[in-house]
């Protein structure tokens, strides 16, 4: 490639020749070429282990191809920016501010001086106030929570100002507001300046005004890229399941009628969690009562207080006030926010029937719990049981996390945003796992989740740290 203006329109930036990727005797990614252009925004699609965030990471730079090769233009220093799936991998600052300064300030630039101009300190003071961080500015973005994390990532990616920019489902955790806020960010800033966009994303509204659609299925590249139009799908992320059946009925998008003689499995009365370092709490005065078997969808924005909320009823956290009370011997079972940072074993039936070794189950058991979460989530037993986790998708070690908690069989099951990074068969696989259990949940998330009236038997929304009623 030759030197040039790297935002000259149709100007290859990036271009890619026979990729393979190869990873526990599997091609993660098999003959993949492409070529991309200044001033296109491409739409990344395909089911969780296709092969989308291995190629994201090989085209920024992270990534070394095991065969194949990639070519960036010479004004291009790789890595490129390149938003992961994970906050907490990209977060390295002790505070806000310090963590969107970090790419302010290009290689070479001297040090502001005191009272003189700070081009640098103006962008990173701008870019604060653009994502609305500039109030925790000061703050530590290990006490965020996984929402303003995410936020955090953006702001730190579009401080760069890059002629490229790749973004690896950039929509999780965001509550609605924050996500619209960030996509009419990304819209104007590529509408001005004819750079390059790769977003790997479920959300259809992304589709209008993309150059198109790459469609991974099997680590390969489907030919022809998709047109906006043809790649559009209705409810992609849709819980009820298509088709006739039990299932699709028990998740028509309606509320399900209250479980029938299910006593208080806990009560909770005026909690309170302070807010560390001072401040509004977190929680004040939280009231709720959940009967046995009973399905609750717990909604909140970033930072309500979910997580909080969901580790006090676990048992894992005390509150600073109030009253809560479980029933005899009840064992909840709670999967956090991100369940896969949890995992440790060398296979995936090693992981699953760890926690039910703990808890004495004999081995029969263990193995027939093990393969049913498995099928349940939509993962053949016998492809998974014998896989390294850590060879898997996100999407797949998000499945096998949760199916690690499902085989626990607790009495009260509580998910922190368990579909995030999950495809649309494996929410629906998710939607009717839980549906088919007896046990009461609450599911807790930043969105409305479309077609998951009929799973909940209650809706609730958390804010200004009080839970109210909803609907769905």
Known sequence: MSPGDPAAPGRVLVAARDLAVVRGGRRILDGVSLTLRAGERWVLRGDNGAGKTTLARVLAGLLTPDAGAVEWDPSLAPPLPLLFQDADSMIAAATVRDEVALGARAPGMPPARRGGPDPAGERVAATLRDFGLDGMARRSPRALSVGEKRRLNLASLAVLDSPVLILDEPELHLDDAAWRAWTRRLDAWFAASGRLVVEITRDDARLA???????????????PPATAAAAAGPQSDALAPAGPGAAAAALANRIAAAPAGGGPILRAAGLRLDRPGGGPPVLDGVDLELAAGERVLLLGGNGSGKTSLLLLLSGLADPDGGRLDFSA??????????????????????ELAFGPRRLGVPAAERARRVDAALAALGMAPAAFRERDPFTLSAGELRRVALAAVLTLEPELLLLDEPAAALDPAG???????????????????????PGAGGLFHRVLRLEGGRLREASP
């Open 209 to 223: 005004g993309a150059t198109g659609v790459l469609r991974m299925a099997d680590g390969r590249l489907l030919a």
């Open 329 to 350: 011997g009840l064992r909840p079972g709670l999967a956090f926010q991100e369940p896969e940072r949890g995992c440790f074993a060398e296979t995936v039936a090693e």
């Open 427 to 449: 929410r629906r696989d998710l939607a009717a796992a839980l549906a088919a259990r007896e046990g009461a949940l609450v599911w807790a998330d930043c969105r409305p989740l």
